[in-house]
């Protein structure tokens, strides 16, 4: 019987010391993460043992938690995308401007063109018809001249 009751401590301080590794592993190598795991652990033992199941409460705690997180991550990304558009429209509304006054500049120069041009072919013909007027009228005096000289009226 002396032998069974030194091997009782020596179990139970080996379940101690394995239970101990246990929560010193899973905490990282940090003590006091691994004391807030065991005392999380007993805690959750002691109202399972009472019959107050609070990990439901917990679950349901934590869960409203992580919500209003992703619910507030949501939130930001949602701004940023605003925001980004804002900025994309505000740029394609720039560009659309600058564009539009690209155009109608090129349609002020090219109906400038098209006017001047214009004058200018208006001022060849109507050189072109005085020309022509006075070669007619030197023309027609001449003939006149030739025709008066026939009956003896003219030079």
């Given amino acids: 019987m002396a032998a069974r009751s030194r091997i009782l401590p020596l179990a139970l301080g080996a ?3 394995g ?3 246990y929560y010193f ?3 990282g190598g940090d003590p006091k993460v691994a ?3 065991v005392s999380h652990d007993a805690t959750t033992a002691a109202n399972r043992l009472k019959g107050n199941d609070y990990s439901t409460k917990e679950g349901q705690k934590q869960g409203e ?3 209003q997180k992703a619910g507030s991550k949501i939130d930001s990304t949602v701004g ?3 925001r980004q558009i804002h900025e ?3 740029a394609i509304t720039q560009k659309a401007r600058e564009a539009e006054n690209k155009v109608s500049n090129l349609a002020h120069s090219t109906i400038a063109q098209a006017q001047e041009s214009a004058k200018e072919t208006r001022k060849d013909a109507n050189a072109a018809i005085q020309d022509f007027d006075k070669t007619v009228e030197r023309k027609a005096a001449e003939a006149k001249s030739g025709i008066s ?3 003896g009226f003219g030079k």
């Fill in 15 to 17: 379940v101690a010391i």
């Fill in 65 to 67: 938690e992580w919500a």
């Fill in 80 to 82: 940023d995308a605003r």
């Fill in 35 to 37: 004391k807030k795991e």
């Fill in 88 to 90: 994309a429209d505000a």
């Fill in 149 to 151: 000289s026939w009956f």
């Fill in 25 to 27: 592993y899973t905490a």
């Fill in 19 to 21: 239970g101990g590794g």
